[in-house]
């Protein structure tokens, strides 16, 4: 059984910073790309942020670019997102997904789509 497990949310003032994690079974690095959305109240969930197989390159939307950062823990199986200088229209639920597609850099803007596993999400609140 597929499961991925979010965490690390919370409130910030703008600038600030904020770790996400994500814990995931029942799948590897090797089966599926894995990813961070977010939804963001009265919008469309939107991709954030990927790694793709089959070497985990991240991916990034124009949004986050240079702000978020994608990582992974293989041991722990575990994917990050590290986010910095955060503004309020990050605001949003964030979850982490996985099997989907569009992960690559030659889609611009950046178009996930097709996810088959979510996680629950984490809300983060970013005020000004």
């Known amino acids: 059984e597929v499961q991925l497990v979010e965490s690390g949310g919370g409130a910030v003032q703008a600038g600030g910073s904020l770790r996400l994690s994500c814990t995931f079974s029942g799948f590897t690095f090797d089966d599926y790309d894995i990813g961070w959305f977010r939804e963001a109240p009265g919008t469309e969930r939107e991709g954030v942020s990927c790694?793709?197989?089959?070497?985990?390159?991240?991916v990034y939307a124009d949004s986050v670019k240079g702000r978020f950062t994608i990582s992974k823990d293989i041991s722990k199986k575990m994917i990050f997102l590290e986010m910095e200088n955060l503004r309020p229209e990050d605001t949003a639920t964030y979850y982490c997904a996985a099997r989907f597609q569009g992960c690559s850099p030659y889609y611009v803007p950046l178009y996930l789509h097709g996810v088959r596993y979510w996680g629950k999400g984490t809300l983060v609140t970013v005020s000004s």
């Open positions: 790694m793709r197989r089959p070497d985990s390159d991240a």
